[in-house]
């Protein structure tokens, strides 16, 4: 990396809302998702690395829509920031036995390009998280993508499928987690999902 380079770190609760976000950020602006690193709990952090206007730009934006999603959002930008910095900002991921999962969601190299609308639903609580993904994958023609875990009983569901399909099976789920009285934190779909975010997924 160069240190022309800015970084944008934006901080996000919940992975589902960091995931819309990050979506937001490729889309606004020419900027490159370097990762979304997990604090073992609600708090993800995007980290965004272009022109110090172009990563501002997406910032500013990601943190708008992070808002009206009712999520916690603030952002920082280092223009130019040392290498040393840089390195620090982009660890290699470490797996949680804990919870099966990575801390730093990084960008796979040669990932294919998503044609597929992606549907999240998080909640907090394993319980009603599987029985909707059930209630999902029955209720229309969608596959499962996958689950992922942050901390605090957060879970994840990311399925796959044409836009109305994903459309169904998430309004489907969000049902079902409400007749359960689970904690509902997203129930989305991106309709195109950025190749930088596609790339970060499972």
């Not at 943190?63 to 660890?91: C, H, K, N, W």
């Amino acid at each position: 990396m160069t240190s022309r380079l800015s970084l944008a770190l934006l901080e996000i609760n919940n992975l589902a809302p960091s995931f819309m976000v990050a979506d937001q950020c490729s889309k606004t602006a020419d900027v490159r998702i370097l990762g979304i690193e997990s604090a073992d709990g609600q708090g993800q952090c995007i980290k965004l690395v272009g022109n110090v206007a172009a990563v501002t730009a997406a910032a500013e934006r990601g943190v708008e829509l992070a808002r009206r999603m009712g999520s916690f959002g603030l952002y920082s930008i280092m223009a130019a920031p040392l290498e040393v910095t840089l390195q620090l900002a982009d660890p290699k991921p470490v797996i949680s036995p804990l919870l099966g999962s990575s801390d730093n969601r990084k960008p796979r190299e040669n990932a294919m390009a998503m044609t597929n609308a992606l549907g999240l639903l998080e909640t907090q609580g394993l319980v009603a998280a599987l029985h909707a993904t059930d209630d999902m994958l029955k209720a229309s023609n969608v596959t499962l993508a996958g689950k992922e875990k942050i901390g605090a009983a957060y879970v994840t569901i990311m399925i796959r499928g044409d836009v109305a399909a994903v459309q169904t099976a998430i309004e489907v789920g969000k049902q079902t987690v409400e007749r359960l009285g689970g904690k509902l934190i997203l129930a989305d779909v991106i309709a195109r999902p950025h190749a930088d975010l596609a790339s970060l997924l499972p």
